[in-house]
């Protein structure tokens, strides 16, 4: 099995919203809300080779075999010698 990452480039958007209001006074106040949102698409990608009825058909049970691989290979650093 082999696993990679991609990560996108951040994506940012602003939005600004300005309002105004009178006081009962006369007093005018004004505001401005500014709004920036980053967004970043990762993309985990999983390569399976084997026997076609060994594979996962469906989402749930490709996340289990992932986890048990990686349950596996941090045994596998634990485990080393130094």
Do not use: C, W
């Not at 209001?21 to 990762?42: K, S």
């Not at 990608?45 to 009825?53: D, F, Q």
Request: aromatic fraction near 2%; charge should be negative; hydrophobic fraction near 25%.
């Amino acid at each position: 099995m082999y696993t990679d990452t991609l990560e996108g480039e951040p994506q940012t958007s602003t939005d600004v919203k300005e309002t105004e209001e009178t006081l009962p006074d006369g007093t005018v106040i004004r505001r401005r809300v500014t709004t920036t949102r980053q967004q970043q698409t990762i993309v985990k990608r999983v390569i399976m080779e084997g026997p076609e009825h060994e594979l996962p058909t469906n989402e749930d049970e490709a996340e289990q075999i992932l986890q048990q691989t990686d349950l596996a290979n941090e045994d596998e650093v634990f485990s080393s010698p130094l």
